[in-house]
């Protein structure tokens, strides 16, 4: 079912890739869809890594042996994001278009974990290195709606006795979230469009050739080519912000 204004969308995608019936879209964002929004890359200059060697910060032997420090990088993440000046920008508002002109047909997936995509009104966003506003039980697995700066005197809300929360963040050598659904979807997809991404970082790195392996168009909008730049059948080289609502309108 077509949804009122961004029927172009559908039209020029459709006549772009000759696809017959409504297309099949699965989107993969990294941390270069949120740069213009003012939060860091995590490779570009002055990154995120830069400040921290990643083995400091993101890996459970990291929150195992600091976890004070982990804890700090991440209410420091956390307080940022919600400062006011960091806002969605002209990409994450033409994803969300998309999503609502082409329904159960769009999957946005996203390595990023902001809530941009939210804040721009994307609905169904699978977040596979999970969120940041947002933590985890470590006794009980659950994770809680969390906005606020945490450490490992704060408790968990729901657990007796009490247990330490950590952020509900998906680490290096941990399993990225919801990979089933990922794959059913790009085991099924028409079109795969990478935007802000490395292409550094496995498994989502490796979407890209599943994708084609089955079939899909490929197609990559980033600031610059990306490591698995050879595996993508189209792309543009631009900011997020001008080259995603091009590209999709
Ligand atoms: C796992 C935490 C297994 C959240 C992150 C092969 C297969 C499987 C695993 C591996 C493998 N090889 C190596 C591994 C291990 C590892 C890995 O990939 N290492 C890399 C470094 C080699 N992968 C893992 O450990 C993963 N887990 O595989 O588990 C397993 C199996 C069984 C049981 C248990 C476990 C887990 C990976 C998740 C790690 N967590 N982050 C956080 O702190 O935020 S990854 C981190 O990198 C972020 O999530 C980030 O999103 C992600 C990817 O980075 P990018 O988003 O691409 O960001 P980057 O800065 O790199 O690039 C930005 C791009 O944007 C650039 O290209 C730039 O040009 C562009 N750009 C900039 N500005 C703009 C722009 N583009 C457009 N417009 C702009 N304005």
């Known amino acids: 079912m077509v949804h009122g204004q961004s029927g172009g969308q ?8 000759k696809v ?3 297309p099949r879209i699965v ?3 990294g941390a270069g869809v949120s740069a213009e929004s003012g939060l860091k890359t995590f490779r570009d200059n002055n990154g995120l890594w830069e400040q921290h060697r990643v083995e400091e910060v993101a890996t459970p032997e990291a929150f195992a042996t600091n976890p004070a420090l982990v804890y700090r ?3 420091a993440r956390r307080e940022q994001l919600q400062q006011p000046e960091i806002a969605p920008n002209a990409a994450h508002i033409a994803l969300a278009e998309c999503e609502k002109a ?3 047909n769009f999957l946005l997936v996203t390595q990023n974990v902001d809530d941009l995509h939210e804040r721009a009104s994307s609905e169904c966003v ?11 039980c470590c006794q009980s697995g659950k994770s809680h709606v969390w906005k606020t700066s945490f450490d490992a005197d704060t408790h968990c809300p729901c657990c007796k006795p009490p247990a330490r929360l950590r952020p509900n963040i998906v680490w290096f050598g941990e399993m990225p979230l919801r990979m089933e659904d990922i794959i ?3 085991s099924n997809a028409d079109i795969f469009i990478a935007i802000g991404t490395s292409g550094q970082v496995y498994p989502a790195a490796g979407f890209v050739q599943l994708a084609k392996d089955n079939g899909a168009r490929t197609i990559e909008l980033n600031l610059q080519p990306s490591d698995t730049i050879t595996l993508f059948d189209e792309s543009k080289q631009g900011l997020a912000s001008e080259i995603v609502p091009a590209f999709l309108r």
Do not use: C, K, P
Request: glycine share 6%.
């Open 10 to 17: 559908i039209r020029n995608i459709r006549w772009r890739y």
């Open 20 to 22: 017959r019936e409504l």
């Open 27 to 29: 989107v993969l964002t």
């Open 73 to 75: 990088f991440y209410n």
């Open 102 to 104: 082409l329904g159960d």
């Open 126 to 136: 699978i977040h596979m290195h999970g969120q940041l506003l947002s933590a985890r």
């Open 184 to 186: 059913s979807a790009l």
